[in-house]
Nanobody, 125 residues
């Protein structure tokens, strides 16, 4: 009923920048907290950053001061701005969100956690 789609990944050289987008769509919904995660080859999926509806943010230490998470509530879209990229940032980046949605004519309410399909970020040396 609700989908998250990431975009903006690609290949960049070390020191470069990328901005990822996460667009939500589907049945009537509202996004609560959302965040970005990443999974590098051979590693567990790890938290990158989170953001609450009012804009409070948290970052993993390794990404602090280089990455910025933001959201446009009117467009149901989240963003991750990445600068000073390093080869070790190479990973599939996933959008995640806690969402309240309405799934029938009676507007029955349900909350759930959703993941996007991921977008590849590759940083070359």
């Amino acid at each position: 009923q609700v989908q998250l789609v990431e975009s903006g990944g690609g290949l960049v050289q070390a020191g470069g920048s990328l901005t990822l987008s996460c667009a939500a769509s589907g049945t009537p919904f509202s996004i609560n907290a959302m965040g970005w995660y990443r999974q590098a080859p051979g590693k567990q999926r790890e938290l990158v950053a989170t953001i609450t509806p009012n804009g409070s943010t948290n970052y993993a230490d390794s990404m602090k001061d280089r990455f910025t998470i933001s959201r446009d509530n009117a467009k149901n879209t989240g963003f991750l701005q990445m600068t000073s990229l390093k080869p070790e940032d190479t990973a599939v980046y996933y959008c995640n969100a806690d969402i309240t949605f309405y799934y029938n004519a009676a507007r029955s309410r349900r909350s759930g956690n959703f993941w996007g399909q991921g977008t590849q970020v590759t940083v070359s040396s």
